[in-house]
C-alpha cells in the first residue's frame, strides 16, 4: 500500500487551523448545523454528524453549542440556512486548488475566493477545472493510543480499507468514498470513535519550495482564514520547514 507524503502536511496544517479557536467554532457549528439537516439529528444513523461532533469536541466546543447547532440543522430552531459550495482552480506555480465552503451568500463567497486567489497568483476556474486530477475519497484518524501500527493496518485491510499511515501523530485510514461507511463502522467497533470525512486526495503530488511554496501557503491560509471555507485541498508537497 502506497504512503501519502501530504499527509504529514495535512497534520501540521491542521495543528495550526485548530489554533484560531473562534474561526474554527464558526466552522464546526455550520457542520454540525448542515449535517443535521441533510442527514438528521441522531448520530447513530448520521455519520457525517457524527463526525462533526468528535471535531467539536476536539475543540473543546461547549455542548449547549453543539446542541443548539444540531436543532438548528434538523429544523427546530430559526437560523441561518447554509448551503454547500465548491471552487476550482490553480494556484502560485500551477498548483490544483479545491475549495469546500458552507455559505449562506454564494455571491458573497464567491467573491471572495476569486479575489484571494487572484491576489496570491491563483486563478479561479470553471467547476470540474480540476478536480479529474483527485480521488475522492474517505479518510479516518484515530489517536495513536489506539492501536498499535500492526494492529490498525490488519483490521484496516480487512474492513476494506485502500491505505494506512501511522505516525507519532496517529493513525490515518484511507478507504473508497463509498466503503467509508463500512470502514468506519468496523474500525469503531475496535478502537472507538475517530475522525470521519470524505476528502479529495491528489493522484500526483508536486514539490513546492522557495517563494512558489510561500505564497501558496499564504493562498491556503487566507482562503481558510474565510469563515465560509471548510476545506482546502491541493496536489502540493512543502518540506517541513516551509509549513512550520
Known sequence: MAGHSQFKNIMHRKGAQDAKK????????????????????DVNTNPRLRAAMTGARESNMPKDTMERAIKRG???EEGT??????YEGYGPGGIAVIVEGLTDNRNRTASDVRSTFGKLGGNLGESGSVNFMFNRAGVLKFPVTAAKPDEMFEAALEAGADDVQSTEDGHIVICAHDALSTVRDDLTAKFGDGETKLT????????????????????????EDNDDVQFVYTNAIFEDEEVE
Open 74 to 76: 434538523a429544523g427546530h
Open 200 to 223: 479529495w486526495l491528489p493522484q500526483t503530488e508536486t514539490l513546492v519550495t522557495g517563494d512558489v511554496a510561500k505564497t501558496l501557503l499564504r493562498l491556503i491560509d487566507t482562503l
Open 22 to 41: 473562534a474561526k474554527v467554532f464558526t466552522k464546526i457549528i455550520r457542520e454540525l448545523t448542515v449535517a443535521a439537516r441533510e442527514g438528521g439529528p
Open 81 to 86: 440556512n447554509y448551503e454547500e459550495v465548491r
